[in-house]
């Protein structure tokens, strides 16, 4: 999640201020990752091009803290893959700031760069929490696709302990309430995140007022 905000920040700047170039490019790496299977791409990484040969090629991959060649390409594969997500909540949060938020940042002397940086993203992130809230459960329920890719994942682990010991039925039902936890856990941190950052008079509180 935080690795792919990185990205989306700017793709999304970019596609709503970024001019016909910018805004341009911005849609189509984002139509592209977006329309495409996350399977697809993870499978594009690690066999296409393929990342695991090169990370492998590192003597410290998969030593100590260092995770495995798989581990890494799954991190690239994710963070690609959800940046394109979040560029899109985040463009749509970024367009429902009034308009004349920037004009007045103008006004008073700040440069547009500086009125989308000080001005315009810190009440659009705001209004993307519950956009995220959704991103970080599909990651958290796709990381069962790491798998494919020999991740030694939740859903993994969990099918190799079924074939040892034939329960599949029993180990499954386990690994589906572990990825309940995670998803409850996360949207209620979600929901806290956007009560403690909500500002009185302003997007989802002035409305419920």
Known sequence: MLFGLVI???LSVARVYGGPVLSGISLVYTELIRGTPLLAQLFFLYFGLPLA????GFAF???GVVPRASILV??????INSSAYQSEYIRSALQSVDAGQLTAARSVGLSKLDGIRHVVLPQGLRFAIPGWTNEFVYLIKYS???SFITVPELFRQARNIGSDT???TDIYVIAALFYLALVLTTALAMSKLESAVAIPGLGSSARRD
Request: aromatic residues 22%; glycine residues 10%; negative net charge.
């Open 74 to 79: 799954a991190i690239i594969g994710f963070t």
């Open 61 to 63: 991959v998969g030593e």
């Open 144 to 146: 069962s696709l790491a």
């Open 53 to 56: 040969s090169f990370f492998n």
């Open 166 to 168: 034939f329960a599949f």
């Open 8 to 10: 989306a920040v700017p």
